[in-house]
């Protein structure tokens, strides 16, 4: 911790000075947030050495990492001895539900959130209860701070935890719909029949070659393979999950309906992109449906833009109706132009993904990548089973 008058830049170079003095003789790496610092492994633990600035009061904020000091005393001063275990139980078991973190691999809850959760609800088991009743929007304000109203208009978010000592702050906004929904499930299935596979997850085998070959026989199954860039986990899946949705987009305004999509990496050499669409091929007629004739104004324009098609035109239900050929019908075909087009225009690390490698896996490589990666196959056999872990426990 700094004085809050040593300047930015002194700030930055101690700070990262005294990182690589700590971890010196052991991986480390630079990394950023609002500002940079050192990160690496120590005997198997994750690392972190973050600068900040002694201030005062909360509302003095220089940096983000400033509330640190004063969640610390928050949460010494509230939680008692004996509910650190609770704590422990809590956050293992989110990480047993693939729930836990705020990265954007994971887009769910800090520590800081299980320490909140015991806090307000006692213990792990009524912690579990009172999630297992959560609905959309839930209110959390340990201090009363703000009403429920004013929150839920200021943070718009699934979960909304005021932080305990800055009010304008929701500590639980990396949390995603379908992370907080998994909570939900999680909770109420545990309180139901529990286990400790919540805790550890359960070993499943990866699905038999055969089976995985009868899934990707299934029309619509699309498998793309990208190289990985050399980029910190987290800045690396922000950007393939926006390359997801940004194809996604692309196929559905082409007419290919996705039924679901995901991605996958290693975060050293592979990134796997999976869309499962309704059909990969479409008609190459697409039918496309004018003004009324009544209105002779734009029944003249529609005519005139439409004067070769492959039917038409004719008069259905008060309509002028033609039949035209699809640009793109060919999913695979759509998908290979537009991995072309985005090398020339995607400005991000992604840029230098798709240089590495883009490539549509066709059944034999996809077999092959289950065969010889076991990371891949744990994802790929997941994701094809489509259920919920905990749903099998």
Same mark, same amino acid.
């Given at each position: 911790?700094?004085?809050?008058?040593?300047?930015?830049?002194?700030?930055?170079?101690?700070?990262?000075?005294?990182?690589?003095?700590?971890?010196?003789?052991?991986?480390?790496?630079?990394?950023?947030?609002?500002?940079?610092?050192?990160?690496?492994? +120590?005997?198997?633990?994750?690392?972190?050495?973050?600068?900040?600035?002694?201030?005062?009061?909360?509302?003095?904020?220089?940096?983000?990492? &400033?509330?640190?000091?004063?969640?610390?005393?928050?949460?010494?001063?509230?939680?008692?001895?004996?509910?650190?275990?609770?704590?422990?139980?809590?956050?293992?078991?989110?990480?047993?539900?693939?729930?836990?973190?705020?990265? !954007?691999?994971?887009?769910?809850?800090?520590?800081?959130?299980?320490?909140?959760?015991? +806090?307000?609800?006692?213990?792990?088991?009524?912690?579990?209860?009172?999630?297992?009743?959560?609905?959309?929007?839930?209110? !959390?304000?340990?201090? #009363?701070?703000?009403?429920?109203?004013?929150?839920?208009?200021? @943070? #718009?978010?699934?979960?909304?935890?005021?932080?305990?000592?800055?009010?304008?702050?929701?500590?639980?906004? %990396?949390?995603?719909?379908?992370?907080?929904?998994?909570?939900?499930?999680?909770?109420?299935?545990?309180?139901?029949?529990?286990? =400790? #596979? @919540?805790?550890?997850?359960?070993?499943?085998?990866?699905?038999?070659?055969?089976?995985?070959?009868?899934?990707?026989?299934?029309? /619509?199954?699309?498998?793309?393979? *990208?190289?990985?860039?050399?980029?910190?986990? &987290?800045?690396?899946?922000?950007? !393939?999950?926006?390359?997801?949705?940004?194809?996604?987009?692309?196929?559905?305004?082409?007419? @290919?309906?996705?039924?679901?999509?995901?991605?996958?990496? &290693?975060?050293?050499?592979?990134?796997?992109?999976? @869309?499962?669409?309704?059909?990969?091929?479409?008609?190459?007629?697409?039918?496309?449906? /004018?003004?009324?004739?009544?209105?002779?104004?734009?029944?003249?324009?529609? *005519? %005139?833009?439409?004067?070769?098609?492959?039917?038409?035109?004719?008069?259905?239900?008060?309509?002028?109706?033609?039949?035209?050929?699809?640009?793109?019908?060919?999913?695979?075909?759509?998908?290979?132009?537009?991995?072309?087009?985005?090398?020339?225009?995607?400005? =991000?690390? +992604?840029?230098?993904?798709?240089?590495?490698?883009?490539?549509?896996?066709?059944?034999?490589?996809?077999?092959?990548?289950?065969?010889?990666?076991?990371?891949?196959?744990?994802?790929?056999?997941?994701?094809?089973?489509?259920?919920?872990?905990?749903?099998?426990?």
């Amino acid at each position: 911790m700094f004085d809050e008058n040593t300047s930015k830049e002194e700030f930055e170079k101690e700070g990262l000075l005294i990182g690589k003095k700590v971890l010196k003789g052991h991986f480390f790496e630079k990394a950023f947030s609002q500002h940079p610092y050192i990160r690496g492994t +120590i005997n198997g633990f994750d690392v972190e050495i973050v600068p900040s600035y002694k201030v005062s009061d909360p509302k003095k904020l220089k940096s983000a990492v &400033d509330r640190t000091p004063f969640h610390t005393k928050y949460v010494q001063k509230k939680l008692k001895p004996e509910q650190k275990d609770e704590v422990r139980l809590l956050r293992q078991f989110l990480k047993g539900i693939k729930a836990y973190g705020a990265e !954007i691999k994971t887009s769910s809850v800090p520590g800081y959130v299980t320490e909140l959760l015991i +806090i307000k609800y006692g213990s792990f088991e009524n912690a579990l209860k009172g999630i297992a009743k959560w609905k959309e929007e839930e209110v !959390i304000d340990l201090e #009363n701070q703000l009403d429920n109203v004013e929150a839920k208009k200021k @943070f #718009n978010a699934p979960l909304i935890i005021v932080d305990p000592v800055d009010k304008n702050r929701n500590v639980a906004a %990396a949390l995603s719909l379908n992370q907080f929904a998994r909570m939900i499930a999680a909770s109420t299935a545990f309180l139901k029949k529990p286990s =400790t #596979n @919540f805790f550890f997850g359960k070993k499943t085998s990866p699905l038999h070659e055969k089976k995985v070959k009868e899934h990707l026989k299934k029309e /619509g199954l699309i498998v793309v393979e *990208l190289g990985c860039p050399n980029v910190l986990a &987290d800045i690396l899946w922000g950007q !393939i999950k926006r390359l997801e949705k940004k194809i996604v987009a692309e196929l559905e305004k082409e007419e @290919f309906t996705a039924l679901r999509s995901s991605v996958w990496t &290693d975060e050293k050499k592979s990134i796997a992109l999976v @869309f499962d669409l309704k059909a990969n091929m479409l008609e190459r007629a697409k039918k496309r449906i /004018g003004p009324l004739v009544s209105d002779q104004k734009n029944s003249e324009k529609f *005519l %005139a833009a439409h004067k070769k098609p492959l039917s038409g035109p004719r008069i259905e239900n008060g309509r002028w109706v033609v039949e035209v050929e699809r640009k793109n019908f060919d999913a695979k075909k759509f998908l290979k132009k537009a991995f072309l087009r985005l090398k020339k225009t995607e400005k =991000t690390h +992604i840029k230098k993904a798709l240089n590495k490698k883009a490539k549509i896996l066709t059944e034999k490589e996809v077999l092959q990548k289950y065969r010889k990666e076991p990371e891949f196959s744990e994802y790929f056999s997941n994701y094809l089973k489509g259920k919920e872990d905990f749903e099998e426990y």
